[in-house]
């Protein structure tokens, strides 16, 4: 199986910076796209950013120019800056297009971490 494992999440003032990280880890052939997904108490889980395995990038407007995604093989990272009170969140780090192998057979299939908490508050 594949396990997708994020860390980095805590307490920052409003205008720090906060990087996550998130690894997928078992017997993995290739991944198509990771990315980061958030959802705020109340709220649906949006898109954050994500990137291919060739390295192209899409964000969402909330975050464009104050947040940067970076891959390096099956880990992924999210170097948060300039952080708001609206960036308060559950991130939860996403592997796409996941091929590895159960047994002898190559599988294909998608999977979530378990998610980390970012808290911006004065």
């Known amino acids: 199986q594949v396990h997708v494992e994020e860390s980095g999440g805590g307490l920052v003032r409003p205008g720090g910076s906060l990087r996550l990280s998130c690894a997928a880890s078992?017997?993995?052939?290739?991944?198509?796209?990771m990315g980061w997904h958030r959802q705020a108490p109340g709220k649906q889980r949006e898109l954050v950013a994500a990137?291919?395995?060739?390295?192209s990038t899409n964000y969402s407007d909330s975050v464009k120019g104050r947040f940067t995604i970076s891959r390096d093989n099956a880990t992924v990272y999210l170097q948060m800056r300039s952080l708001k009170p609206e960036d308060t969140a559950v991130y939860y780090c996403?592997?796409?297009?996941?091929?590895?192998?159960?047994?002898?057979?190559?599988?294909?299939?998608?999977?979530w971490g378990q998610g980390t908490q970012v808290t911006v508050s004065s």
């Open positions: 996403h592997a796409d297009y996941v091929i590895f192998y159960r047994g002898s057979q190559r599988v294909l299939d998608d999977y």
């Open positions: 078992g017997r993995i052939i290739s991944i198509g796209a």
């Open positions: 990137i291919t395995s060739a390295g």
